[in-house]
């Protein structure tokens, strides 16, 4: 692990695999232009809107990794018809609501807080498990709230394996606990314009009340832009209230734009080796909360110039010194940052880190554990780090504990 002057090689082992891959140092100016994969969180909604739309929806921009696969594979599994075309992913709803079926997540947090909203509406009975890491992660607040209205829910301790028979009788207001993660939320919002239909409520609004401080509440702001493209309204009343109308998801056609996430990676090679990176599908119109890491950089010394749909990250001669920063709106851009500290003058501080802990892996005590192996000086609390700046680096083989952001994040520097 090295900044571009002292160019070292890196050993991670990778997320799906114990083999070890060594990552070669960057050696010459860095120039690039970056088609990103599709945003996993804008195709994952997409997916599951899909499920509940009467007809065809065309998702152009569809990520090819493990999280879609697992997704697709789950919406097959309930009836939903899916096929390639030139340029799309043909997906024909809605799904099977009657029909017993059993579901495997693989170790997708997202799809499997997005699948149980969908199994909430089944008369049938769903089994949903996934990956030991997974079986790991609790979806109790989400649980709690299904089983409170007329769900037959099957759990131990709100974790997979789950079996769950709706369906779900909503009351006009819907509580659920959004300190622990946003996509509990979001489950519910992917759901909400059909609930009083099912409840054959005349009520033409459904409530949802956030119960606690939401954590990753532009997440929760991407629902709703994903569910506006289908024709659905839903709205924030107040800081702790969504509002969405009753409603069917229009069938049609929808892109997804370049993973904000993923750009993260980039920004950072670009921004640490004083390089420049042009990333083609994604633009400041963006509703991802990571986008909000462009400016991250450019307190570091980093010029953004933004165009109709691209984004370029031109790298500084001289890094800044980073303040103090509270990640509570995109924790998912915190390990970039993690990762790049050691070699930020000054080191970095990071707060509002606690969701890290309830990821793929322990987000914060094990880039930690990685970093103080490489030598580096860390402190954590339980919703921050603080990582001192470091010249010289222990040899030492990285594990990434099965999570592909943590083999992600550990290859840039």
Same mark, same amino acid.
């Given at each position: 692990?090295?900044?571009? #002057?002292?160019?070292?090689?890196?050993?991670?082992?990778?997320?799906?695999?114990?083999?070890?891959?060594?990552?070669?140092?960057?050696?010459?100016? =860095?120039?690039?232009?970056? /088609?990103?994969?599709?945003?996993?969180?804008?195709?994952?909604?997409?997916?599951?809107?899909?499920?509940?739309?009467?007809?065809?929806? #065309?998702?152009?921009?569809?990520? @090819?990794?493990?999280?879609? !696969?697992?997704?697709?594979?789950?919406?097959?599994?309930?009836?939903?018809?899916?096929?390639?075309?030139?340029?799309?992913?043909?997906?024909?709803?809605?799904?099977?609501?009657?029909?017993?079926?059993?579901?495997?997540?693989?170790?997708?947090?997202?799809?499997?807080?997005?699948?149980?909203?969908?199994?909430?509406?089944?008369?049938?009975?769903?089994?949903?498990?996934?990956?030991?890491?997974?079986?790991?992660?609790?979806?109790?607040?989400?649980?709690?709230?299904? !089983?409170?209205?007329?769900?037959?829910?099957?759990?131990?301790?709100?974790?997979?394996?789950?079996?769950?028979?709706?369906?779900?009788?909503?009351?006009?207001? =819907?509580?659920? @606990?959004?300190?622990?993660?946003?996509?509990?939320?979001?489950? =519910?919002?992917?759901?909400?314009?059909?609930?009083?239909?099912?409840?054959?409520?005349?009520?033409?609004?459904?409530?949802? !009340?956030?119960?606690?401080?939401?954590?990753?509440?532009?997440?929760?702001?991407?629902?709703?832009?994903?569910?506006?493209?289908?024709?659905?309204?839903?709205?924030?009343?107040?800081?702790?209230?969504?509002?969405?109308?009753?409603?069917?998801?229009?069938?049609?056609?929808?892109?997804?734009?370049?993973?904000?996430?993923?750009? /993260?990676?980039?920004?950072?090679? !670009?921004?640490?080796?004083?390089?420049?990176?042009? =990333?083609?599908?994604?633009?400041?119109?963006?509703?991802?909360?990571?986008?909000?890491?462009?400016?991250?950089?450019?307190?570091?010394?980093?010029?953004?110039?933004?165009? #109709?749909?691209?984004?370029?990250?031109?790298?500084?001669?001289?890094?800044?010194?980073?303040?103090?920063?509270?990640?509570?709106?995109?924790?998912?851009?915190?390990?970039?940052? &993690?990762?790049?500290?050691?070699?930020?003058?000054?080191?970095?501080?990071?707060?509002?880190?606690?969701?890290?802990?309830?990821?793929?892996?322990?987000?914060?005590?094990?880039?930690?554990?990685?970093?103080?192996?490489?030598?580096?000086?860390?402190?954590?609390?339980?919703?921050?780090?603080? &990582?001192?700046?470091?010249?010289?680096?222990?040899?030492?083989?990285?594990?990434?504990?099965?999570?592909?952001?943590?083999?992600?994040?550990?290859?840039?520097?």
């Amino acid at each position: 692990m090295a900044a571009s #002057k002292a160019p070292l090689n890196l050993c991670v082992q990778p997320a799906m695999t114990t083999e070890n891959y060594l990552i070669p140092a960057i050696r010459a100016p =860095l120039q690039a232009s970056i /088609t990103l994969p599709g945003s996993k969180s804008i195709a994952l909604r997409q997916l599951a809107i899909a499920a509940l739309t009467q007809g065809q929806t #065309k998702v152009r921009g569809i990520p @090819d990794c493990d999280d879609t !696969a697992a997704m697709l594979d789950c919406l097959i599994e309930l009836g939903v018809d899916v096929t390639r075309d030139d340029h799309h992913l043909v997906l024909t709803g809605p799904m099977n609501f009657d029909r017993d079926v059993t579901l495997y997540a693989r170790m997708s947090g997202a799809s499997t807080r997005l699948l149980l909203g969908l199994a909430a509406l089944r008369q049938g009975k769903t089994t949903l498990d996934g990956h030991p890491s997974l079986r790991a992660r609790t979806n109790a607040p989400l649980l709690e709230v299904l !089983a409170r209205h007329g769900c037959q829910v099957e759990a131990s301790d709100g974790r997979l394996p789950v079996t769950l028979k709706g369906p779900l009788r909503a009351p006009t207001r =819907l509580e659920i @606990d959004g300190a622990l993660s946003s996509q509990y939320v979001t489950a =519910l919002l992917v759901i909400a314009p059909l609930l009083q239909a099912l409840g054959n409520s005349q009520n033409a609004l459904q409530e949802i !009340a956030i119960k606690g401080t939401l954590v990753s509440r532009p997440y929760v702001d991407i629902t709703l832009n994903e569910m506006a493209k289908r024709g659905v309204h839903a709205r924030w009343q107040d800081t702790n209230t969504l509002i969405v109308e009753q409603g069917r998801y229009r069938p049609g056609e929808v892109t997804v734009e370049g993973d904000a996430t993923a750009a /993260t990676y980039f920004a950072a090679l !670009a921004t640490l080796h004083g390089g420049q990176v042009e =990333l083609t599908n994604l633009d400041a119109t963006s509703k991802q909360g990571d986008f909000g890491f462009f400016g991250l950089m450019t307190t570091l010394g980093a010029r953004i110039d933004h165009g #109709k749909g691209s984004t370029v990250v031109h790298g500084p001669a001289q890094m800044r010194a980073f303040p103090a920063t509270d990640m509570t709106h995109m924790p998912d851009a915190a390990l970039t940052l &993690i990762t790049l500290a050691p070699l930020l003058p000054g080191g970095a501080e990071l707060t509002g880190l606690s969701s890290l802990h309830h990821k793929e892996c322990d987000r914060l005590e094990c880039p930690a554990k990685e970093l103080s192996a490489l030598g580096v000086t860390v402190k954590t609390t339980h919703d921050s780090i603080r &990582i001192e700046p470091s010249k010289h680096f222990a040899a030492a083989t990285l594990n990434t504990y099965h999570d592909h952001r943590m083999a992600m994040a550990f290859s840039i520097p």
